[in-house]
């Protein structure tokens, strides 16, 4: 099956052209492209917004040095920090406030369909070399973390259909105040309700309801908080 709408791919000629700027003249351009930017927002040395469409960022957010923003659109809260070295890329991108995506985290569509979102909502933290696909919808909840190279994924192969790859495709949402520890893959279709507690290496393959202990490969209920 391929992918309705252009597969993205890194700015590299807006990271050299732009990138390179001290944070005070990028603003000035992203002004200029019509970004809404809030007041005491910071760019680290490489770092880029590639926003095709609308882009809101509100008051005291700070973009680390190399990290990329690319998609359609793009609304980020208050206090959010982008750290070092991070890379967003999907259609559409909504972060709350006080969200955390930390250092070398991917969140990339590696098969962008007009529906592929990602949602962040408020202090929700991406730890460090965690990959999220949101080719569909991905929402993680308020107060939720995905732990270090954990991993999320809203498809199966992302081989062609017709050359007899598995292909299967389904959102993925996690509730508030999940825990997702290091060494965690979600696959597609699942549904965490909230306050699930998720054992390391677990690998999930189905839903589980609000105050769940789970863990395994496949992940299994324990108990109940």
Known sequence: MKQLIKENRLPVK??????LFPSFIKKQIYRLKGYKIGKNVSFGIGSILDIRGKCV????????????????EFTAGKRCKIRAMTIVMVPKITIGN?????????????QPFPD???VLDDRAHIFPNSIIDPSKYVYIGKESAVGFSSYIFTHSAYKDMLDGYPVIYGSVTVGKAVYIPCNVFIMPGVNLGDNVVVGTGSIITKSFESGSVIVGQPAKLIKTR
């Open 116 to 118: 592929s979102e990602i």
């Open 57 to 72: 960022i509100g008051d005291n957010c700070s973009f680390g040095f190399f990290s990329i923003i690319s998609g359609n």
């Open 14 to 19: 807006k990271i050299i052209l732009i990138g």
């Open 98 to 110: 006080d969200v955390i995506i930390s250092e070398t985290a991917i969140i990339r569509a590696a």
